[in-house]
Structures are given as C-alpha cells and as structure tokens.
C-alpha cells in the first residue's frame, strides 16, 4: 500500500512540475477561475485511479484486458522487418497530411506546410515510442508494432471534422495564442476560446489516451502507471499541439532572437527551432534502444534467397521479357486514361496540353504502377504458387533480392520523371506509390485483406491519378472539383470490387470496365457541362 502511495505521490508531483514549468517560463500566476480546473483534474486523476481500482476486481474488465492482452500478442509476433513497420507508419503520416489538404480550408499544397506536419507527426510519434518504452519498460520494437498497427487512427479527423462541419471546408489549427491562452486551453482540453482544436481531433486525443491507458494496463497490471501514462500523453499531445505558441513565447519574444532566426530562416523557422531538434533528439535515443535490445532476429523472410532456388542464371533477355509479360496492361491503361483525365480537365482545352509533362506524368505512373505490381507479387508468393504460377517469382526468374532492387529502380524513375514535372505532382506520384504498396499490399497492414477497404484505397489511388495529371497546370488540392473528386472515388470504388470475383470467373471482367468507361464518360460530362 506505502508503495502505490509513493507512485501516486510521484505521479501528482510530475504534474504539478509541468504546471510549474509552464508558469515560470510564461511570467504567470493562476487565477481564481485557473485554480479551480486545477482542483478539478486532480480530482479527474485521482477519480480515474479509483474508478480503474474497482474496474479491475471486476470479471468483464479483467476478461477485457484478457481480450487486448491476446490482440498485443498478436501484433507483437509478428514476424514482418521493422522497415516495413517504419515505411508503413511514415506512409499512414504522409496520406494523413495530404487528406488534410484536399479537405481543410486552406486546401493548398504548399511545399511548406507539407514538411512542418510530416515532421510534426514524425516527432510526435517518436516522443510516443520512448513515452510508452519507459512507462511500460517494453522493448522499443514492439511498442513501434503497436504505434504503428494503430497509426491509422490518426485519420480520425478526416473522418469526423467533415460530418461536423457538414462538408464545408474545416480549419485544424495549433493551439496559438498567448500564455494565458495556452495554459487554460490545457486545463478545459481545448475548450477554450473559439479557434481550437476540431471535434475530430479532440476525439483523436481521447482515443489516443484511452489506447495508451490499455496498452499500459496490459503491459504492466499497475493502475498507478496507466493513469499517470495516460495523463502524460495528454501532456505530451498538448505540447506539441502548442509548438506555435511555445516558439511565440520562448524565440520572438526576444527581438535578438526573432531577427536572427527570422531573417535566417525566414517561414522555415519554426521547422528548424522545434521540429528538426526534436527529432535530432528523440531520433538518436529511439535507434539506440532498438540496437541496446535487438536479439538474434528472424533473417528476413522476403528478402532471404531460399537455397532450394536453382543456381542457374538466367538471361538478361528473359528477364526482361518477363517483366514485360507482367505489366498488367489493362490497369497500366486504366491510370493512363486516369491521368489524362485530369490533364483534360486542368488544361481545359487540346492546344493548351502541355505535351512534354503529359509524357512525364504517364512515364511516372506507369512506373508507379509496376512498382506497386512488384510489391504485391513478392508477399503474395504463396497465393500465386496456386493462382498465378506464371509469376516472374514464382518460376525463379528473379531471385526476390533482385525483384526488390527492379522495384526500387522503378520507384526511382517514378518519382524522378515525376519531380520533372513540378513538386506537387512528385508528392501525388509518392502517395500513389506509398498507397498501393506499402498500405494496400505489404505487410504490417496489408489491407487488401480487410473487407471493403482495399476497395476504397483503389478508389483513393484513381483519384490521385487524376490528381497527377491536373497538376500539371493547376493545384487539385484548391481547384479540382470536389464533387467530381468524390465521384470519381465511389464509381471507381464499387467497380473495383467486380476484379475480385475473378477468382470466380473472367465473365465480370468486361463489365468492370464497362463500369469504369461510363464513369468516366459521366465525369467529362459533368466538366464540360
């Protein structure tokens, strides 16, 4: 009993020492109105402790955590290479952001804000790892499986924000303003003043809490950890949710300060004042741990080359005529006519089509699309030994450590014919690549296993398609229509499901496309009209 008191002293203390912290470095005292939510949140944290005390003498909460105990297992054995887990999170981060900007209102692609957020989220998320690595005393590694398979989350708003503002264009702003403002936006959770953080993303920070609270409860069975965890992580999500106002307070209140970094820097100087020293930070300490405590792992499976595999080299020629043999042409077609598309539409007119970028942008999808195919086919291998025994895999033509260095120089060209065209275009053509491979096809996440959801990812990657080819000339983000954009997006959706049943049949196969040749022709339709 002396002990959890001692954990909960502790506990309370840390708090009241970030409060303190925050006062002191904002010249700030506080008020009646202030002291009163103070009361009030220690009443919520020791109420949270006690409440979870009873929970947990109960049969249904102790079968629950049961329950999450099993589905962390779970996770955790999985055998799939930690850069997949890496690649997957950094690609849930980068579509994250690129929804927000085609749904909020300032519905831009700026250079800018596309790098603030992504290392936004990459600092957050490694703040997180070490958060739940020293609370719950786990390896990193399995706590990154943990992050990363609820990663996903992060879409909440996206999800929730349009439904509340009834499809109008939304504002997700940082907490910005001045210290007194900061400081009461913590106690009421946001609730403070009228420019704060959306339903969406307060919801997205209750979830986040409640999943931290579980995860450390099944970890560590101490009622003590979890509510402080969960607190913390509230802490730790403000902070960052606060950067803007921190970096008013603590850099350009000093005009030294504000002049050299500003003159400097310029726009970027919030992104080199807090961002990229996080990171350089918080980055180090993650790669350390992983090495401190990585064990004799699993040789990777994927990229392993069985011995059982012939020793006979096989001619360049026949490579070559292989991944010819698997271009998938019908769906190399279908994202061609997806770009033009989107290059009609921008351009507006035949004599405006720009006709060097069109060939770089089909150049750069195709060899998106091959990359994507490639992907699929190395953790689909067991499938096609039954399905698709004509694979350039399957009949060893490629070792699977040459099928991924063919991938990667696909990737690259890509992306390179891509940024020829302009950046925008090259961030469409890397969320295209990111979305059908590293969510659609590969593990941890592999959705196309899931119901319905692959479907809408195809949906999402035709919509890119169009996107890549009306940034040839204008911003999608700001001036595609929306309604078009969504149309697009659930013809192409439900058609999508039709290429499923081929496992079935081939008779589908020409009314998929008859799906999709009206869809378009309804789109231009629209436009034009």
Not at 165 to 184: A, D, E, I
Not at 466 to 484: E, H, K, N, T
């Given at each position: 009993?002396?002990?959890?008191?001692?954990?909960?002293?502790?506990?309370?203390?840390?708090?009241?020492?970030?409060?303190?912290?925050?006062?002191?470095?904002?010249?700030?005292?506080?008020?009646?109105?202030?002291?009163?939510?103070?009361?009030?949140?220690?009443?919520?944290?020791?109420?949270?402790?006690?409440?979870?005390?009873?929970?947990?003498?109960?049969?249904?909460?102790?079968?629950?955590?049961?329950?999450?105990?099993?589905?962390?297992?779970?996770?955790?054995?999985?055998?799939?290479?930690?850069?997949?887990?890496?690649?997957?999170?950094?690609?849930?981060?980068?579509?994250?952001?690129?929804?927000?900007?085609?749904?909020?209102?300032?519905?831009?692609?700026?250079?800018?804000?596309?790098?603030?957020?992504?290392?936004?989220?990459?600092?957050?998320?490694?703040?997180?790892?070490?958060?739940?690595?020293?609370?719950?005393?786990?390896?990193?590694?399995?706590?990154?499986?943990?992050?990363?398979?609820?990663?996903?989350?992060?879409?909440?708003?996206?999800?929730?924000?349009?439904?509340?503002?009834?499809?109008?264009?939304?504002?997700?702003?940082?907490?910005?303003?001045?210290?007194?403002?900061?400081?009461?936006?913590?106690?009421?959770?946001?609730?403070?003043?009228?420019?704060?953080?959306?339903?969406?993303?307060?919801?997205?920070?209750?979830?986040?809490?409640?999943?931290?609270?579980?995860?450390?409860?099944?970890?560590?069975?101490?009622?003590?950890?979890?509510?402080?965890?969960?607190?913390?992580?509230?802490?730790?999500?403000?902070?960052?949710?606060?950067?803007?106002?921190?970096?008013?307070?603590?850099?350009l209140s000093n005009s030294e300060i504000r002049n050299f970094f500003i003159g400097f820097f310029g726009n970027w100087a919030q992104i080199f004042i807090w961002h990229i020293p996080l990171i350089a930070i918080l980055f180090p300490i993650t790669v350390y741990f992983y090495y401190k405590e990585k064990d004799v792992r699993n040789r990777d499976k994927y990229m392993s080359i069985k011995k059982r595999q012939s020793s006979k080299k096989i001619p360049i020629s026949n490579k070559i005529r292989a991944l010819i043999k698997n271009i998938r042409p019908l769906r190399s077609i279908h994202y061609i006519i997806l770009v033009f598309l989107g290059i009609?539409?921008?351009?507006?007119?035949?004599?405006?089509?720009?006709?060097?970028?069109?060939?770089?942008?089909?150049?750069?999808?195709?060899?998106?699309?091959?990359?994507?195919?490639?992907?699929?086919?190395?953790?689909?291998?067991?499938?096609?030994?039954?399905?698709?025994?004509?694979?350039?895999?399957?009949?060893?033509?490629?070792?699977?450590?040459?099928?991924?260095?063919?991938?990667?120089?696909?990737?690259?060209?890509?992306?390179?014919?891509?940024?020829?065209?302009?950046?925008?275009?090259?961030?469409?053509?890397?969320?295209?690549?990111?979305?059908?491979?590293?969510?659609?096809?590969?593990?941890?996440?592999?959705?196309?296993?899931?119901?319905?959801?692959?479907?809408?990812?195809?949906?999402?990657?035709?919509?890119?398609?169009?996107?890549?080819?009306?940034?040839?000339?204008?911003?999608?983000?700001?001036?595609?229509?929306?309604?078009?954009?969504?149309?697009?997006?659930?013809?192409?959706?439900?058609?999508?499901?039709?290429?499923?049943?081929?496992?079935?049949?081939?008779?589908?196969?020409?009314?998929?496309?008859?799906?999709?040749?009206?869809?378009?022709?309804?789109?231009?339709?629209?436009?034009?009209?």
């Amino acid at each position: 009993m002396n002990r959890k008191v001692s954990k909960i002293t502790l506990a309370v203390a840390v708090f009241i020492l970030f409060i303190i912290i925050l006062l002191k470095f904002t010249d700030r005292t506080l008020n009646a109105h202030q002291q009163v939510i103070m009361v009030l949140l220690f009443s919520i944290f020791f109420s949270t402790y006690y409440i979870l005390t009873m929970l947990t003498r109960t049969s249904i909460f102790q079968r629950y955590i049961t329950f999450c105990k099993d589905i962390i297992k779970n996770v955790e054995s999985n055998k799939t290479p930690s850069f997949l887990w890496v690649i997957g999170l950094v690609s849930i981060i980068l579509l994250r952001n690129i929804s927000e900007f085609f749904l909020s209102s300032h519905a831009i692609l700026a250079l800018f804000y596309l790098i603030e957020y992504t290392l936004f989220f990459i600092s957050l998320f490694l703040a997180i790892l070490l958060l739940m690595k020293f609370i719950s005393n786990e390896k990193i590694l399995n706590v990154l499986k943990i992050v990363a398979m609820f990663s996903p989350f992060i879409f909440t708003p996206m999800l929730i924000d349009p439904i509340v503002s009834l499809g109008k264009p939304f504002s997700m702003p940082y907490v910005s303003g001045n210290s007194t403002f900061v400081l009461n936006n913590f106690l009421t959770f946001y609730n403070y003043g009228y420019k704060t953080a959306t339903t969406g993303i307060k919801i997205e920070t209750i979830g986040a809490c409640y999943l931290a609270l579980i995860y450390i409860l099944s970890k560590t069975n101490d009622i003590v950890k979890a509510t402080f965890g969960t607190f913390a992580l509230y802490m730790l999500s403000y902070f960052y949710m606060a950067l803007p106002s921190f970096f008013n307070i603590f850099v350009l209140s000093n005009s030294e300060i504000r002049n050299f970094f500003i003159g400097f820097f310029g726009n970027w100087a919030q992104i080199f004042i807090w961002h990229i020293p996080l990171i350089a930070i918080l980055f180090p300490i993650t790669v350390y741990f992983y090495y401190k405590e990585k064990d004799v792992r699993n040789r990777d499976k994927y990229m392993s080359i069985k011995k059982r595999q012939s020793s006979k080299k096989i001619p360049i020629s026949n490579k070559i005529r292989a991944l010819i043999k698997n271009i998938r042409p019908l769906r190399s077609i279908h994202y061609i006519i997806l770009v033009f598309l989107g290059i009609s539409i921008g351009a507006g007119t035949i004599a405006n089509i720009d006709l060097i970028k069109t060939i770089l942008c089909f150049v750069s999808i195709i060899f998106g699309w091959q990359f994507a195919v490639i992907i699929n086919d190395i953790f689909d291998k067991d499938v096609d030994r039954l399905s698709n025994k004509r694979r350039p895999l399957i009949k060893n033509i490629f070792s699977v450590r040459e099928y991924f260095l063919v991938d990667f120089f696909f990737f690259i060209i890509s992306l390179v014919f891509s940024l020829l065209v302009n950046y925008k275009t090259f961030v469409l053509v890397l969320s295209f690549n990111l979305l059908y491979s590293f969510v659609y096809s590969a593990p941890p996440f592999r959705s196309r296993r899931l119901f319905f959801i692959p479907n809408i990812i195809i949906g999402f990657c035709s919509v890119t398609a169009v996107f890549i080819g009306f940034s040839i000339y204008l911003d999608p983000f700001r001036f595609f229509p929306r309604a078009l954009a969504l149309l697009i997006l659930i013809v192409l959706a439900i058609s999508s499901t039709i290429k499923d049943i081929k496992d079935y049949g081939d008779i589908f196969r020409g009314f998929a496309y008859a799906c999709l040749a009206m869809a378009l022709r309804s789109s231009l339709l629209i436009v034009l009209s």
